[in-house]
């Protein structure tokens, strides 16, 4: 499987971004997806998952704010980015997950897309 994520950018505080990412080699629909955020020095965090049941979870940082969605007829998953705040700053990763829960855990997703970096202003 490979994942491309796209969509991350330079925005002002407030500011909105949508990240994609899209998914070849394999159909998605039976796997779980899930977006992770990763700053210098530090561990891959999780920010927010969908399952093949569209069940989904998020970090409590983001919750009202952030808003994941997958189109499996296009393969892709989103991450809708409003209200962003200079803390948002990072890369963020999207991966694939067989697993029928929302892990948060970075071990718990088997394939990984090369990240797409978002820069938040004050």
């Known amino acids: 499987v490979q994942l491309q994520a796209s969509g991350g950018g330079l925005v002002q505080a407030g500011g909105s971004l949508r990240l994609s990412c899209a998914a070849s080699?394999?159909?998605?629909?039976?796997?779980?997806m899930g977006w992770f955020l990763q700053a210098p020095g530090k561990e891959r965090e999780f920010v927010a998952g969908?399952?093949?049941?569209?069940?989904?979870s998020y970090v409590d940082s983001v919750k009202g704010r952030f808003t994941i969605s997958r189109d499996n007829a296009k393969n892709t998953v989103f991450l809708q980015m409003n209200s962003l705040k200079p803390e948002d700053t990072s890369v963020y990763y999207c991966?694939?997950?067989?697993?029928?829960?929302?892990?948060?855990?970075?071990?718990?997703?088997?394939?990984w897309g090369q990240g797409t970096e978002v820069t938040v202003s004050s």
């Open positions: 991966a694939v997950t067989s697993r029928d829960s929302v892990p948060t855990t970075s071990t718990s997703y088997t394939y």
């Open positions: 080699g394999r159909t998605l629909t039976n796997y779980g």
């Open positions: 969908i399952n093949r049941y569209f069940r989904t």
